[in-house]
């Protein structure tokens, strides 16, 4: 089944969130201090930011299973006036667990090596809620390595059984991602989770429900303006980040009812929450692009435009709504992560000391 159910006048419940009050502590200026997931690195001239994790590397054909756990290599030679390669190796105390290990139940990204968007948010679910202490111990077992510096950045828990890790703004286009687990050995979870991925360009489409027209931004530049259609009263599409996460060049969308239910197949349909939102063309549509929501709740295109975003799109590219009156819920998707703000974010870190 897919589309979205007409939302009551009450709206979404959200989630409770567990917050935990926790210092950051930050190493001399020689190494970068992860702790708990958040790094402040070494600030790079080309970036004038904080590098994310344990490591800053210029280039993104890097391979990351070549870099060594720890020491200081050599500069690689490089002439495009970026910082050295380094690696630093965090100073933790040796991790210590005496209860189970947490049971993994999802990875995100689950595709290792694969191309995602700027948008891709690592997720870890468990089958069970984690202990607080646990989470601490979780954190500082897992090692964010990045081929370019990404900001400020940090693990949270955004409930009691899910991990994620972000930067505070997108990731930079073109970086490559890796995490090291030390989850195993230390009985912390059930297995090391194998996330390794690539982040391609930048890609982002933000529209306004205002508005009816949808911003593509390729590296910066705006390339294409599309008109759209979005989710009429009580059928309202959800405002906030989201990103994609799974595409059909052609898609069977149910909504039994028992109001105004229906059945139809939809051409270049990208998944945009777990709930039913899509990206897709509408060519029943066309007359109201542009001037009107009228949809049960997806963003409706033109036929040319949902071929060519269909034909354009990676996994993890944000499309952006807003003015539509309701909010995405943190929990659609791990895009919708976004939307937390970075103080709430920080705070549901449980390993900040």
């Known amino acids: 089944m ?47 930011s904080t590098a994310i994790a344990s490591i800053a590397t210029p280039s993104p054909e890097v391979d990351l299973d070549e870099i060594p756990a720890a020491a200081v290599v050599q500069p690689i030679v490089d ?35 694969g191309l995602y968007g700027v948008g891709a948010v690592i997720r870890i679910e468990f089958a069970y809620a984690v202990p607080d202490k646990q989470k601490v111990l979780l954190e500082q077992a897992a090692t964010v390595i990045t081929s370019k510096p990404s900001g400020i950045a940090a693990w949270s828990w955004p409930n009691d059984t899910t991990m994620a890790y972000r930067p505070k703004e997108f990731w930079p286009a073109y970086t490559d991602v890796k995490v090291d687990f030390e989850w195993k050995k230390n009985k912390l979870a059930t297995y090391d989770p194998a996330v390794k991925f690539r982040i391609g360009r930048s890609m982002t489409v933000t529209m306004s429900a ?24 009580t059928w309202e ?35 945009l929450t777990p709930s039913g939102e899509y990206i897709h063309a509408a060519p029943w549509n066309t007359y109201n692009l542009g001037i009107a929501s009228t949809s049960h709740g997806c963003t409706n295109l033109s036929m ?33 992560m976004w939307n937390i703000d970075w103080a709430d974010w920080t705070k549901r870190s449980f390993a900040l000391a």
């Open 2 to 48: 897919a589309g979205k159910h007409a939302r009551s006048d009450a709206g979404t419940t959200g989630v409770v969130l567990r917050l935990a009050g926790v210092i950051a502590g930050i190493t001399g200026l020689a190494a970068v201090a992860l702790v708990g997931g958040v790094a402040f690195g070494l600030n790079s001239s080309w970036v004038g």
């Open 79 to 113: 002439n495009r006036g970026a910082e050295p390669h380094r690696v630093y190796s965090p100073d933790i105390n040796p991790l210590k667990w005496s209860g189970d290990p947490a049971a993994i139940s999802t990875v995100y990204p689950e595709r290792v090596k």
């Open 210 to 233: 205002n508005k009816l027209v949808g911003k593509v931004k390729r590296d910066g530049l705006t390339i294409r303006k599309v008109p759209v259609s979005l989710g009429k009263p």
């Open 304 to 336: 040319e435009d949902g071929e060519w975003f269909f034909n354009n799109a990676l996994e993890g590219d944000p499309v952006i709504t807003t003015d539509t009156g309701v909010e995405l819920d943190w929990y659609e998707g791990p895009g919708a």
């Open 237 to 271: 599409t959800a405002s906030g980040v989201k990103t994609v996460m799974e595409r059909y060049a052609m898609k069977r969308m149910v909504n039994p009812g028992p109001r105004e239910p229906y059945d139809v197949n939809v051409p270049f349909a990208l998944r």
